[in-house]
Each structure stands twice: as C-alpha cells, then as structure tokens.
C-alpha cells in the first residue's frame, strides 16, 4: 500500500489543523493505521492508532485529548484532527500502516508497521 500525507502547515499555539493519509489499493480497511511523529533531533515517536475497522483507537499520553484519529475506508483515508496545538507539538508527521493479520492493535513502535508515508510538517508558533 502507498500512503501519502497532507494537511501540514504553520498554526499559532491553541489552533487547530486536520492532517490526512490517503491510501493507495483495495485491501484499505485491512490495515490498522498510524500516526507517529518526528522533531528535530529526536526520535520517531507513536502519535495515534486505529483499528481497521475504526472502532478502537488508541492515543499517546501527549495528545490524548486533543487529538483525534479517525478512517473513512470508503475514501481509503486516514484523519489526524489536532487541536489546542502546543509549540511542542510541531514536528513531521508520518502516517503508516500494517496490515491486521500481522499485529496487534495497538502498535505504537516503528517497527510494529510495515508502510509509511512522507512526512507533512506541522509547525505550531508560540
């Protein structure tokens, strides 16, 4: 499957934006999906997950709350909406997948999925 993320841009702090991740293929709602993030000069980190089918999810202590994760397997698509954003937050986000039958919900490393998109840059100004 090839994702590809969109949505990114430059919000002051408290604002709000929605990131995307299109899919390429059929087998969409066969994959468990991912948000994970990366600042400079840090590590890749886990953001959100969802389920294939959209009824779990799954959120990192960082954003819970604020942030929501949400699929439109019609539309072959995945949602990051972000609101009360925090300067802390900006960073590239990458969407990934893997694919149901070989993990388990959730998957909150890098290594616990099999396809990535480019990062969308978000930046959040103090």
């Known amino acids: 499957v090839q994702l590809q993320a969109s949505g990114g841009g430059l919000v002051q702090a408290g604002g709000s934006l929605r990131l995307s991740c299109a899919a390429s293929?059929?087998?969409?709602?066969?994959?468990?999906m991912g948000w994970f993030r990366q600042a400079a000069g840090k590590e890749r980190e886990f953001v959100a997950a969802?389920?294939?089918?959209?009824?779990?999810?799954y959120y990192a202590d960082s954003v819970k709350g604020r942030f929501t994760i949400s699929r439109d397997n019609a539309k072959n698509t995945v949602y990051l909406q972000m609101n009360s954003l925090k300067p802390e937050d900006t960073a590239l986000y990458y969407c990934a997948a893997v694919s149901r039958r070989s993990s388990v919900f959730p998957a909150v490393t890098t290594m616990g999925y099999e396809y990535w998109g480019q990062g969308t840059l978000v930046t959040v100004s103090s």
């Open positions: 293929g059929r087998t969409f709602s066969s994959y468990t």
């Open positions: 969802i389920s294939w089918s959209g009824g779990n999810t």
